[in-house]
């Protein structure tokens, strides 16, 4: 969002359009950073008619600029399939674009001060401004949220179960919260409901909201939270740019030097193995005493 600001600011007067992801549209309509939001299928090359779908697209649009702030192999290929006559200004680390995001320490960089430097070399020197979500609204009221309540994340992709707390862990904590008067609040993907249901199974207290949330309803929750809490995962990166006070669980799965959500209160605790973290060290950034 820091960049998408950044460009936005820079061409005033353009008609911006967003390729992303079909998870991302709906909340991504919202923003007043785009014009358009078109929906990137990932065609792979077992999907030939698709990917000749999106390169169409792509050609047919004319675009005078692409800012690629992926920068993967995928998205590099982009450019390579579109007409070389005619082809936009790219940024990005396609090899032949007229932007080069060429910095050969890039990938040591932080996620935000790597758009940062991406966008200066294409000629936006401003400085990029902090995730900013304050457009974004939903009516939570279905929820019937208490007065003091702590957003418990226990989720995270599925095919990096290293990158979790064990639940075991996220249990003992909800216990303590709802020892000092707060509500656990557990929220994450559909297929996170399993968490969400054993958390409050063991601890009736707790409000499980798993897969009964989308991405606005997150944003929101996250600014009424006590605190967030949970793994290295997107909700985290959501509750942080919404302004809720957070703690971020590390393994040595992430690095939080390059991807650590930045707020005014963030505590990031690391542990080679998340199951070796102790909850005392969690609860305390609570100030739950042990």
């Known amino acids: 969002m820091g960049a998408a600001a950044a460009i936005r600011a820079f061409h005033r007067g353009a008609e911006i359009t967003l390729l992303t992801g079909p998870a991302y549209a709906d909340f991504m ?20 008619l698709g990917l000749v779908r999106l390169v169409r697209r792509l050609r047919a649009a004319r675009f005078d600029r692409v800012y690629d702030l992926q920068t993967r192999l995928r998205t590099a290929l982009y450019f390579w399939l579109m007409r070389k006559r005619g082809r936009p200004e790219w940024s990005g680390i396609a090899p032949g674009a007229s932007h080069p995001h060429d910095n050969p320490g890039r990938t040591r960089l932080h996620t935000l001060d790597r758009q940062a430097d991406q966008l200066a070399r294409a000629g936006i020197p401003m400085p990029l401004p902090p995730p900013d979500l304050s457009w974004v609204t939903a009516d939570v009221a279905r929820f019937a949220m208490p007065e003091g309540y702590v957003l418990l994340i226990p989720g995270g992709a599925a095919h990096r179960p290293d990158k979790r707390w064990p639940v075991e ?10 020892a000092s008067g707060l509500t656990p609040v557990a929220i994450g993907g559909a297929d996170e409901r399993d968490l969400g249901r054993a958390i409050a199974a063991a601890v009736p207290a ?7 949330t989308q991405f606005a309803d997150i944003v929101v929750l996250a600014r009424g939270a006590r605190r967030a809490i949970g793994n290295d995962t997107g ?7 919404a302004g809720a006070p957070a703690t971020v669980l590390y393994s ?12 005014k209160d963030v505590v990031i605790l690391r542990a080679d193995n998340l199951a070796d973290l102790p909850v005392e060290d969690v609860a305390r950034t609570l100030g739950l005493a042990a």
């Not at 707790?206 to 009964?212: C, I, P, Q, Y």
């Not at 939080?256 to 707020?263: C, E, F, Q, S, V």
């Open 252 to 263: 040595r799965a992430s690095d939080p030097a390059l991807t650590a959500p930045r707020g």
């Open 29 to 48: 309509r919202q923003a007043p950073y785009f014009d358009r939001v078109w929906v990137d299928e990932r065609p792979s090359w077992g999907r030939p």
């Open 206 to 212: 707790t409000r499980d909201l798993t897969g009964a």
């Open 235 to 241: 909700p985290m990166h959501l509750a942080v740019a």
């Open 169 to 178: 862990r996220f249990i003992a904590l909800a216990r303590r919260l709802a």
